[in-house]
Nanobody, 121 residues
Framework: QVQWTESGGGLVQAGGSLRLSCDVS????????MAWFRQVPGKTHELVAAINWSEGLTKYADSVKGRFTIDRDNVKKTVYLRMSSLRSESTARYYC??????????????RGQGTLVTDST
């Protein structure tokens, strides 16, 4: 059972910015780390960024370093992905998931519906 909800996707021009949110307040599991993944139809599920919940340490895919920022709000129990300088290849459906910090590319739970980001250029 998916215990989080992604939101914030939409149409954005190349070079634009967007902030995605992942509400984990309904989740009952302990959080080691959370991550954002993305998938384009016909391509594999790709890790975008991960964050260690307690310490706030972060990891990024090389393709998004310097443009995307992952952070979390411990009070709101929300994980964010702030995306800037978006490119056409950023078009994808984005998902959040629970991961183990040591192995951030391995999503631990079933995916939710995700949120779609589309280049409108």
């Amino acid at each position: 059972q998916v215990q989080w909800t992604e939101s914030g996707g939409g149409l954005v021009q190349a070079g634009g910015s967007l902030r995605l949110s992942c509400d984990v307040s309904r989740s009952s599991f302990s959080r080691d780390a959370m991550a954002w993944f993305r998938q384009v139809p016909g391509k594999t599920h790709e890790l975008v960024a991960a964050i260690n919940w307690s310490e706030g340490l972060t990891k990024y895919a090389d393709s998004v370093k310097g443009r995307f920022t992952i952070d979390r709000d411990n009070v709101k129990k929300t994980v964010y992905l702030r995306m800037s300088s978006l490119r056409s290849e950023s078009t994808a459906r984005y998902y959040c998931n629970r991961v183990i910090w040591k192995y951030p590319a391995r999503a631990l739970n079933a995916r939710g519906q995700g949120t779609l980001v589309t280049d409108s250029t």
